[in-house]
């Protein structure tokens, strides 16, 4: 696992930002700077068309966890997606601390590849995203797997 001596973060927050940044994100993020510990935000407005940002992929490699904040409409957003994927690679060399949250969400409905929570993917299949979407699809059946919380039950 990484070292809290070579990372910047203790803690790398992943979300959709139109579900969840004024409400759950805000509090878990106060909540997470009150107790001393320093947390990645990414605050910053990414416009469809813009590169991703290579400041949030140093950000998730510079930390010792990633809370990944499962929301409904996760899987409309290709940057949510992206930071998805390389976490869940870092998770997987054991680089990285993964902690989901599910936020409105089941995990059984990130697991299934179905429902409402998968159409947008189908959209990503149909646009220069092609490529990417088995990777996105093999993130999230591994997230959903981790042992997480359910913010309903928080």
């Known amino acids: 696992m990484a070292s809290s001596s070579s990372s910047r973060y203790g803690v790398f927050l992943s979300f959709r930002g139109t579900d969840t940044r004024r409400t759950f994100v805000s509090h878990l ?3 997470l700077v009150n107790r001393g ?3 990645f935000k990414d605050d910053v407005k990414i416009r469809t068309g813009d590169p991703f940002p290579h400041e949030i992929l140093e ?5 010792i966890f990633a809370v990944i904040v499962i929301s409904e409409n996760f ?6 997606l992206i930071e998805l994927q390389s976490i869940m690679e870092l998770w997987s060399s054991k680089k990285l601390i993964v ?10 409905d ?7 929570f998968w159409e947008p993917l189908k959209l990503h299949m149909c646009n220069s995203f092609a490529e990417e979407v088995p990777k996105w699809k093999e993130a999230l059946t591994k ?7 359910d913010s309903r039950k928080l």
């Open 29 to 31: 993020h106060k909540a």
């Open 143 to 149: 997230v959903s797997y981790l042992n997480g919380k």
């Open 110 to 116: 990130v697991r299934k590849e179905e429902g409402h």
């Open 75 to 80: 899987t409309s957003s290709k940057w949510c």
């Open 99 to 108: 902690f989901p949250i599910f936020y409105g969400v089941e995990p059984s």
């Open 37 to 39: 510990i320093v947390t």
């Open 59 to 63: 950000a998730i490699q510079d930390s």
